[in-house]
Nanobody, 126 residues
Framework: VQLQASGGGSVQAGGSLRLSCAAS????????????MGWFRQAPGKEREFVAA????????NYADSVKGRFAISRDNAKNTAYLYMNSLKPEDTAVYYC????????????????WGQGTQVTVSS
């Protein structure tokens, strides 16, 4: 499974961005719909942290407390793509954002996700 994240950029505080994560499953025997999708971020000097995830098992979603009510994760299985809608952005949201995929249930544990995209930079200025 190969993941390609895109959509990052520079915005002012209060602005919005939509990140996309396109999946290529040429060597996978599973359909995209049977992968849980997650978004993580890593700010300079900090560890990678969980942001949001979408479980393929039951369609449930999970969000970090810091983004609840501002970010929304969704997916379009027909396009093999997951999205992260980010609203009311704050300077502390500045980070490289990574998408991840896993055939299992969603988890906040970075090490439990099998597949990762290359990251896209989000910069929020005050």
């Amino acid at each position: 499974v190969q993941l390609q994240a895109s959509g990052g950029g520079s915005v002012q505080a209060g602005g919005s961005l939509r990140l996309s994560c396109a999946a290529s499953l040429r060597t996978s025997s599973r359909y995209f719909s049977r992968y849980s999708m997650g978004w993580f971020r890593q700010a300079p000097g900090k560890e990678r942290e969980f942001v949001a995830a979408y479980s393929w098992h039951d369609g449930s979603t999970n969000y970090a407390d810091s983004v609840k009510g501002r970010f929304a994760i969704s997916r379009d299985n027909a396009k093999n793509t997951a999205y992260l809608y980010m609203n009311s952005l704050k300077p502390e949201d500045t980070a490289v954002y990574y998408c991840a995929a896993d055939p299992g249930r969603i988890t906040l544990d970075v090490s439990s996700w099998d597949y990762w995209g290359q990251g896209t930079q989000v910069t929020v200025s005050s």
